[in-house]
């Protein structure tokens, strides 16, 4: 899922007020940070296989500007509105990016 503009303001916001404005990068100490207009996912590990349909957690990736040490925030605690139709699918997001050029 790929984050609008909008989303992605209001993200760095909550990031800013809550977590990245009274945070260096752990690795260089740098204060600038990036994030990353697209959610990810993490799923539950199973042996040799993916389990579709299983529990996921949507996250946001947050990159140090300086060095690339990379955070990992929920999206859901972050405030992005995962409820389909507020966001572009990745697939959408390709089929755009494709047209314009
Ligand atoms: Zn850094």
């Not at 260089?28 to 579709?52: K, P, Q, T, Y």
């Not at 389909?84 to 697939?91: A, E, M, N, R, W």
Request: with cysteine; charged share 20%; hydrophobic share 40%.
């Amino acid at each position: 899922m790929k984050l609008n503009d909008e989303q992605k303001e209001k993200l760095m916001r909550h990031l800013q007020e809550t977590a990245l404005g009274r945070t260096a990068c752990p690795m260089c100490m740098g204060r600038s940070w990036d994030a990353a207009d697209l959610i990810m996912e993490m799923r539950g590990f199973a042996h040799h296989s993916i389990v579709v349909g299983g529990p996921v957690v949507p996250l946001i990736t947050v990159t140090c500007k300086t060095c690339g040490y990379t955070l990992l925030f929920n999206a859901l605690r972050a405030g992005i509105d995962l409820t389909p139709g507020q966001s572009k699918t990745l697939s959408q997001a390709a089929l755009e990016e494709a047209s314009d050029e």
